[in-house]
């Protein structure tokens, strides 16, 4: 872990969970207005159990071990749709990286069987083109856990109407991307 993050650790030890999650991200969440609108345009609320908004109030609560162990930190795939439409600007996904930072950290049970291995499938993917190829993801994902039949109608329709694209696009300054990469794998 790179110096200036254990810096922030140490700023953040002993302080409330949301003071601690500010000094970390810079995100306040106390700004949070609990409109809902987070919940109501996420993709991904049903299957997240949680919406961020309540994760916010849970993480005002102090409700450390609780927020650290849901479903919600790992099935959010930071699209950033709730972030754009929140009236607070709160930056959701920022908080979200922290969350699942700290699970980490503290050896917290990840709920998701195999989720750890799908968020590493999605950086590599960027590490490779500098951006994500849903496909490749998808493959290397299922080859990993072994549930490579599991969801394939879903995946035929998605390629039938062309959601998914059988070659990767890379970005023009994809070598930076992979040097920042290395940089950050050398300092975990
Ligand atoms: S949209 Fe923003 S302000 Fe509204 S509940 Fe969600 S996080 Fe809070
Ligand atoms: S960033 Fe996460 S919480 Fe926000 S809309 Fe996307 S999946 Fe939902």
């Known amino acids: 872990m790179s110096g200036n993050i254990d810096i922030l650790h140490e700023q953040g030890r002993g ?3 949301s003071d601690e999650i500010r000094i970390l991200c810079g995100v306040n ?3 949070c207005l609990q409109c809902r609108t987070c919940a109501s345009v996420c993709p991904f609320y049903e299957a997240m159990g949680h919406a961020p908004h309540t994760l916010f109030r849970k993480i005002q609560y102090g409700l ?8 919600a930190i790992w099935i959010c795939v930071g699209c950033n749709t709730c972030a ?5 600007g709160i930056d959701i996904v920022a908080v979200m990286d922290v969350l699942r930072q700290l699970a980490l950290e503290t050896n917290m049970p990840i709920p998701e069987e195999d989720i750890l291995n799908f968020h ?5 993917s960027i590490e490779r083109y500098g951006r994500t190829h849903k496909l490749e ?4 994902y299922k080859i990993k856990s072994g549930h490579l039949l599991a ?10 109407k062309r959601k998914l694209d059988l070659r990767p696009s890379r970005v ?17």
């Open 29 to 31: 969440i106390s700004t």
């Open 64 to 71: 450390r071990q609780d927020v650290l162990t849901s479903s």
């Open 84 to 88: 754009s439409q929140c009236p607070a």
């Open 120 to 124: 590493r499938e999605v950086l590599h």
């Open 151 to 160: 969801d394939l109608d879903t995946g035929m329709i998605m390629l039938a």
């Open 172 to 188: 023009h300054a994809v070598n930076e991307i992979k040097r920042l990469f290395k940089k950050t794998w050398q300092e975990t």
């Open 15 to 17: 302080k409330s969970f």
């Open 137 to 140: 993801i998808m493959l290397r």
